[in-house]
Nanobody, 111 residues
Framework: QVQLVESGGGLVQPGGSLRLSCAAS????????VGWYRQAPGKQREGVAA???????NYEDSVKGRFTISRDNAKNTVYLQMNSLKPEDTAVYYC?????WGKGTLVTVSS
């Protein structure tokens, strides 16, 4: 049984930064693509960023240049550095690998 635990969410002002972490209970990240998704109130879940086992990354257009995904295989952890946050980034952020999902961490961008 794989467990994914997200952390690092919170309330931040527009223009601020947060770093989200996704910790896995085992070494499932090593050979898999890991993705961050988000779901805003009343909206469908959408992909935000992904990182492959070779380090290749992809980003949703609205976060390019502001968000950075990275991984630390030794710590079984994937990060999402979020800079220049906007109110429209407000959502619950989820980590995903294969068929496994975390429970999410809430990010609220508001003044």
């Amino acid at each position: 049984q794989v467990q994914l635990v997200e952390s690092g969410g919170g309330l931040v002002q527009p223009g601020g930064s947060l770093r989200l972490s996704c910790a896995a209970s085992g070494s499932i990240f090593v050979n898999n693509v890991v993705g961050w998704y988000r779901q805003a109130p009343g909206k469908q879940r959408e992909g935000v960023a992904a990182i492959a086992s070779d380090g290749t990354t992809n980003y949703e257009d609205s976060v390019k240049g502001r968000f950075t995904i990275s991984r630390d295989n030794a710590k079984n952890t994937v990060y999402l550095q979020m800079n220049s946050l906007k109110p429209e980034d407000t959502a619950v952020y989820y980590c995903n690998v294969a068929n496994w999902w975390g429970k999410g961490t809430l990010v609220t961008v508001s003044s």
